[in-house]
């Protein structure tokens, strides 16, 4: 009898377990599809052939900003944590979007990848490229 | 040039909704001459009320914070870097120019103990409670 009381506690235990890893898993998933648009500025130094795009994270702490290169495409992901450990019930006006940001930029021909240079300041993630040697303005003096 | 991927069309919308409410909400206080409403977070502690103003890419010396007897007023402008002036801007999301947000405060605040510091593009005022002097309970005796 003590038996089958164990068993089912265990089942029991089991099935517990079994939901609230799902929970989890349901949230996860969740938090990984909303994710926010963080607003750009594209600009382009014809003088100077640089690039710049500026990336709006306020309230985001630098380590929590990522910056990769994968085939043509600048990514910046970025993750907003709300500060001391407040809660969205601790507002009372809430308009601020915390959570997982994403942003792809195509890389055009004419940009060097490597002469990559992102900075973080006021608020704002700052990413230049300068254009490819080759493509760069120059001028030709006529002989 | 930019592409997005893995874009999400109802946090768009959404985002387009919160700024119509925004402008609604604040359309009796919006001075014609405004470009861009912030974002605002606001929240009660126990000693004082913070006000959190969303301001990428604005610089601490073009903020101004008033107060006019019972009324916050949070103003100033957003620039184009020195560096951009000559730039080619072939797409800007966050708007450049002048903003202002304004909030009436509590009657239990200490306005001249209000405080401002500015982190990662986010300013946030602190707007201290009136101590409040806790008087032992008097007894009176009858003569």
Not at chain 1, 40 to 58: C, G, Q, S, V
């Amino acid at each position: 009898m003590a038996d089958v009381k164990k068993e089912l506690q265990n089942v029991e235990k089991k099935i517990e377990h079994g939901i609230v890893e799902g929970v989890e898993k349901a949230k996860e998933v969740f938090t990984n599809l909303a994710r926010h648009i963080p607003l750009a500025n594209l600009m382009h130094n014809r003088k100077k052939d640089t690039y710049t795009i500026e990336i709006d994270l306020p309230g985001v702490e630098k380590e929590d900003i990522n910056v990769s290169i994968e085939d043509d495409y600048l990514i910046v992901t970025a993750i907003k944590k709300m500060k001391n450990e407040l809660k969205e019930e601790d507002y009372y006006l809430l308009e601020s979007k915390y959570g997982k940001y994403y942003r792809a930029f195509y890389l055009g021909d004419d940009i060097d990848r490597d002469s990559i240079d992102a900075k973080y300041e006021d608020g704002r993630l700052i990413i230049t490229f300068d254009k490819v040697e080759s493509k760069k303005r120059r001028d030709i003096a006529v002989k | 040039m930019n592409i997005i991927r893995g874009y999400n069309p109802f946090a768009e919308l959404e985002a387009i909704r919160e700024q119509f409410n925004r402008v609604l909400n604040q359309a009796s206080e919006v001075k014609r001459d405004v470009d861009f409403i912030p974002v605002v977070n606001t929240r009660e502690a126990d000693d004082a009320y913070y006000i959190e103003v969303e301001l990428p890419g604005v610089k601490k010396e073009d903020i101004n914070i008033d107060v006019n007897e019972d009324t916050l007023t949070i103003s100033g402008e957003r620039k184009v870097k020195e560096e951009h002036k000559e730039d080619n801007f072939y797409k800007v999301e966050s708007v450049y120019g002048k903003f202002e947000r304004s909030f009436s405060l509590p009657e239990d605040v200490d306005t001249n103990k209000i405080e401002a510091t500015s982190k990662n593009g986010v300013l946030e005022i602190k707007i201290p409670k009136v101590q409040k002097v806790e008087k032992a309970p008097k007894k009176i005796e009858i003569k």
